[in-house]
């Protein structure tokens, strides 16, 4: 991440700018730690959401909840599928949908990844002191959930 210049100032006092900034900085403390895994945040997210469900979702409905588009969501799905995380198989209900559920491996790597996730998580949000890093996600749950 970038640091900070003199004229950046003017945009400090910004949420958007803050939250951006921050995001990166997370973002790339995440990546680091997950690099050794061979997947990245955004893979990580769709396989905990696809781990998380009691029944098996459709790449359609996985898409839904993480909020992005079909196009994308199979790009995440092809990738995690090379690399044998996930399956996907057409639903016996619905022909036109693809129902897609972690393998074994996938699940194995997400446990993993879910640990390297939360000390990277920790270390980024450690200048905060643990009160401060509850406040702040209870702060941004209000504001998102």
């Known amino acids: 991440m970038a640091e ?3 004229d950046d100032d003017v945009l400090t006092p910004r949420l958007g700018y803050l939250l951006k900034r921050a995001y990166a900085g997370l973002a790339e403390e995440i990546g680091k730690a997950l690099r050794p895994l061979g997947i990245d945040s955004r893979e990580l997210a769709v396989l905990a959401l696809l781990n ?3 029944t098996p979702l459709s790449q359609l409905e996985a898409a839904q909840r993480l909020g992005i588009d079909r196009t994308t969501m199979t790009g995440f799905v092809d990738g995690l ?3 044998g995380l996930v399956t996907r ?3 016996a209900e619905d022909r036109r949908k693809n129902i897609v559920e972690p393998t074994a491996h996938g699940t194995e790597l997400l446990t993993a990844a879910e640990e390297l996730r939360t000390a990277a998580e920790s270390r980024f949000l450690a200048p905060l002191g643990a009160a401060r890093h509850r406040a702040l996600l209870d702060a941004l749950r209000t504001l998102t959930l």
Request: proline letters at 17%.
């Open 4 to 6: 900070p210049t003199p």
């Open 52 to 54: 998380a469900t009691d």
């Open 81 to 83: 599928e090379d690399k």
């Open 89 to 91: 198989r057409r639903s």
